[in-house]
């Protein structure tokens, strides 16, 4: 058995994620989360405008500002709904959110029926939410009032439908001839300043007056965010549909793991049983997807 250099790369990106989201909600619950957005998103485009290839292909005005967008609402409500709800909720919906929304967009815009494992697929997804959003609504996992699950679950699925976006221009803009560094490079425009505004609006001060508060800010975002974000891109290029595919599906488990070991959270078999069922169908989708020549990954 050979090393794959790849599957390493996402392995340790997804085990980084998984961190970050328990970290997040553990300790960071009393900072904004523009703020938190601010630190981390500065500090990843200085890493992808430094480190990362930038071949720029044609002219593409209205498909950057759809990818700088996206980046903005995906990332500000993912942050948001960490607030709210559990981390192992927020990643599972987030992450699942793909495959239906990608069949629905199929069917709406070309009229092609869906396939009857990606209808099983859909029907396993969905039934994963749903349980999972009972989980949040009866607070099994951590104390929540109803209103703030629903705004949590609503979070979710916004960031679940920006990161979907996310991957229908990128992929577009690849297809137009820019490299994934340069698509990298080229997405932090819009969240920079608009979490920039949320954060001068927000009261700071004892915040940032705080030194272990901001080391612990500045700690998560490289460990939780920029460091993944980074590791994502090598693990793509490295390895085929399959394995990315396979191994970002483990995220929700290895954040519900973390979860237990957090002060913050309690245990929730309904929770689990969500988690469950989204894997599940996760790793069946990505076995299918394993010998299909159209599979792509974000």
């Not at 961190?19 to 957005?37: E, M, N, Q, R």
């Not at 039934?127 to 009032?145: D, E, F, I, Q």
Request: glycine share 8%.
């Amino acid at each position: 058995m050979t090393f794959n250099g790849g599957r390493a790369a996402v392995l340790i990106a997804v085990l980084l994620q998984a961190a970050g989201k328990v970290a997040y909600g553990t300790w960071l619950s009393i900072v904004p989360t523009a703020l938190f957005v601010l630190v981390s998103f500065s500090l990843t485009a200085v890493l992808f405008a430094t480190a990362a290839q930038r071949t720029r292909g044609e002219r593409a005005i209205a498909l950057l500002v759809l990818l700088n967008t996206s980046t903005a609402v995906t990332f500000l409500a993912f942050f948001h709904a960490l607030k709210l709800i559990e981390p192992a909720i927020v990643g599972a919906v987030e992450i699942s959110v793909g495959p239906p929304l990608a069949l629905l967009a199929s069917y709406l815009l070309y009229g092609t029926r869906p396939e009857r494992v990606q209808v099983i697929v859909g029907a396993g997804i969905l039934a994963g939410c749903a349980t999972l959003a009972v989980s949040a609504y009866l607070g099994s996992g951590v104390p929540t009032g109803d209103s703030r699950a629903a705004e949590g679950m609503l979070a979710s699925l916004a960031a679940g439908v920006g990161a979907v976006i996310i991957t229908m221009s990128s992929r577009t803009l690849m297809d137009r001839g820019w490299s994934r560094g340069a698509v990298l490079a080229h997405r932090f425009y819009m969240i920079i300043p608009v979490a920039l505004i949320f954060t001068l609006d927000a009261d700071i001060d004892p915040i940032v007056q705080t030194l272990p508060v901001v080391a612990t800010i500045l700690a998560v975002a490289t460990l939780g965010v920029v460091i993944p974000l980074y590791l994502l891109q090598i693990g793509i290029e490295k390895s085929n549909a399959y394995t990315v595919l396979s191994t970002m599906a483990a995220l929700p488990v290895f954040t519900f793991a973390l979860e237990t070991l957090s002060p913050a959270y309690r245990l929730s078999w309904l929770t689990a049983t969500g988690v469950a069922i989204i894997t599940a169908a996760l790793l069946f989708a990505a076995h299918r997807a394993r010998h299909s020549p159209l599979a792509r990954t974000r």
